[in-house]
């Protein structure tokens, strides 16, 4: 069974920096596209950057040239660094990724989410 746990949420001030990380684990046999998705209270869920398995990025307009988004994967891990947060960066963010699993078809794998906020 795949699945997919976030970290390093927390509290931050406007004009900080927080890391996010978020790793695979489970029988995998392959990892395509990796994302990072975000949630505000009372809002839907909206794209904040992805990547390829070749390394291609595309961010939200509204996160770019703020955050960046990483792999490792040797470590089945994807990173969201993001610096500068405004107060409407506070969201619970989601990881995503695009995965076969061992035996199993590719399909799209949700994290359960980590908090971020920050505080003015």
């Known amino acids: 069974q795949v699945q997919l746990v976030e970290s390093g949420g927390g509290l931050v001030q406007a004009g900080g920096s927080l890391k996010l990380s978020c790793a695979a684990s489970?029988?995998?046999?392959?990892?395509?596209?990796m994302g990072w998705y975000r949630q505000p209270p009372g809002k839907q869920r909206d794209l904040v950057a992805t990547i390829t398995s070749g390394g291609v990025t595309n961010y939200a307009v509204s996160v770019k040239g703020r955050f960046t988004i990483s792999r490792d994967d040797a470590k089945n891990t994807v990173y969201l660094q993001m610096n500068s947060l405004k107060a409407e960066d506070a969201a619970v963010y989601y990881c995503n990724a695009l995965i076969s699993g061992t035996g199993q078809p590719r399909r799209y794998y949700w994290g359960q989410g980590t908090q971020v906020t920050v505080s003015s």
């Open positions: 489970g029988s995998i046999f392959r990892i395509d596209d």
